[in-house]
């Protein structure tokens, strides 16, 4: 028989709900780390999978990872360069010349830092705005070809987006230290590839954080960009004579920074051209360019349905980075990339996927049908054009970069082996392939002279390089002239000693 003390307990039991497991996340947060860590997921396999692992290393790729390599000797480096790159690929190069295996390193570390980027905004939008953002950021052409580069562009716009983030976190919670961390991270990141990047995508940050006269995220954000920079500003006293000394330095270098208009550079360079300098030639056709057009416009309405839906800080503050961040590079430089404007894009990105969150879920019956179809056509042709530019752009580029790679295998069959210096053309990126130093005697990399080339000539091989068939500087006019894939070479008789 049973108690009725035992029947009243079971009773209660049954009418207490189950506990969940200690730390365990709420059902419905599963789906949605699942969907946020499969947007960086997808992001490294298109890159493994679009991007060819054997393209070989670019000019400015050589330059950065010659750095480290034990390879080749290091290649100069000049006042706008910075070394953050150069350590994030120090873990592979420093062993190995292997380009694959350094191509799907950063494929990986790409995803992974996309995917820190993207959590530091959880909270602040709908996970399914922060995927489909990541999603238009990683789609790309831009972005796909430069994530498993040995170039900076892509880290300043990760380390950009997520310091935006965690400062937004960190103005709701101020007792929280996670996101401090955060933006210290990001400001770091962004100073340590690109000092005075970091600058221009900072300031919003800096003025938002004099506004709320609150010391501590300032300092935190000061404290980051302070850490990331110390070894460029430290670099600039110890060889370019002080801070003023290097940046005037790279503005000579990057044809002097002034009120330049290079929007039209910019439009040009959205076809695949990866250096637009000078920036000569058509504007690609409209469905190229057609994106680049339609991001403020998209842009703005994210502006306005967060001002109406009373959140506008966490639209508008990316907004704002977005615009210091693209100022530089489309109004006080005279030549474009399109990597340059990828920490625009970055921050650009949530935001515009807010705006086409609206678009499609606001509207009512039959309208809510015709705003999906338009969106719909309008991401599948968008995603259609970057697949088409990015196939062009890693055709081209491979195809160029395995020229450099055949002028190096016939300069070894012509004697200049390792230890050896290549002088004039593309020298830095073909004395990478073949082991070799290379060296100037004039432009924005001068680090000999002809004297010092002569020199040089009676201890290692020595080979001036150039594309065309006119005559070689002086020093060159008695070196044996032979035809390479890459023009022609002239190398200097060599008596070992």
Do not use: K
């Amino acid at each position: 028989m049973v108690r009725a003390s035992d029947a009243v307990a079971a009773l209660a039991r049954a009418r207490t709900p189950a506990r969940p497991a200690p730390h365990a996340p709420p059902p419905a947060a599963r789906p949605d780390a699942r969907l946020l860590l499969a947007v960086p997921a997808a992001f490294t396999l298109l890159q493994l999978a679009l991007v060819r692992t054997g393209m070989g290393l670019g000019w400015d790729e050589s330059v950065y990872v010659s750095q480290v390599s034990g390879h080749a000797p290091a290649a100069f480096f000049s006042a706008p360069r910075a070394r953050g790159i150069t350590l994030l690929v120090a873990p592979i190069a420093s062993w190995s010349s292997s380009t694959p295996l350094l191509r799907v390193y950063l494929a990986i570390l790409s995803g992974l830092g996309l995917y820190w980027a993207l959590r530091a905004w959880r909270g602040l939008f709908p996970t399914r705005v922060l995927a489909a953002g990541g999603a238009l950021f990683a789609s790309l052409w831009i972005t796909l070809f430069y994530g498993p580069q040995a170039m900076p562009n892509y880290w300043v716009a990760v380390g950009a987006l997520a310091a935006v983030g965690f400062l937004l976190h960190a103005r709701r919670d101020p007792t929280r230290r996670g996101p401090l961390w955060g933006l210290a991270t990001g400001a770091a990141l962004m100073a340590w590839m690109r000092p005075t990047d970091a600058v221009w995508v900072a300031l919003p940050l800096l003025a938002l954080c004099l506004r709320d006269r609150r010391p501590r995220p300032l300092l935190v954000l000061l404290g980051g960009l302070a850490a990331g920079a110390v070894e460029w500003i430290v670099e600039a006293y110890v060889r370019y004579g002080g801070l003023g000394a290097r940046l005037s330095a790279g503005s000579r270098i990057q044809g002097g920074l002034g009120l330049h208009d290079a929007v039209a550079d910019q439009l040009r360079s959205l076809g695949g051209r990866a250096l637009c300098r000078p920036c000569t030639g058509a504007v690609p056709s409209a469905p190229v360019i057609a994106w680049w057009f339609v991001l403020p416009l998209l842009g703005a309405a994210a502006l306005v349905i967060a001002v109406r839906g009373r959140r506008t800080t966490a639209t508008a503050l990316p907004l704002a980075c977005a615009v210091t961040a693209a100022v530089p590079y489309l109004f006080l430089i005279g030549y474009a990339a399109p990597r340059f404007l990828l920490p625009a894009y970055a921050l650009l990105a949530i935001p515009v996927a807010d705006a086409l969150t609206h678009l499609v879920t606001a509207p009512r019956g039959w309208w809510r049908l015709v705003a999906v179809t338009l969106v719909a056509v309008g991401v599948a042709g968008h995603l259609a054009v970057q697949a088409a530019v990015l196939e062009t752009t890693v055709s081209r580029t491979t195809a160029a970069h395995r020229v450099w790679a055949r002028t190096a295998t016939q300069l070894h069959r012509l004697g200049v082996r390792p230890p050896c210096l290549l002088t004039g053309g593309d020298s830095v990126p073909v004395a990478f392939a073949a082991g070799c130093a290379s060296a100037y005697t004039g432009g924005h990399d001068a680090s000999t002279t002809a004297a010092g080339l002569a020199r040089t000539a009676r201890r290692t091989p020595v080979a001036y390089l150039t594309t065309g068939a006119a005559r070689p500087p002086s020093y060159a006019r008695g070196w044996q002239r032979y035809r390479v894939a890459d023009g022609y070479v002239y190398v200097a008789e060599h008596r070992p000693a």
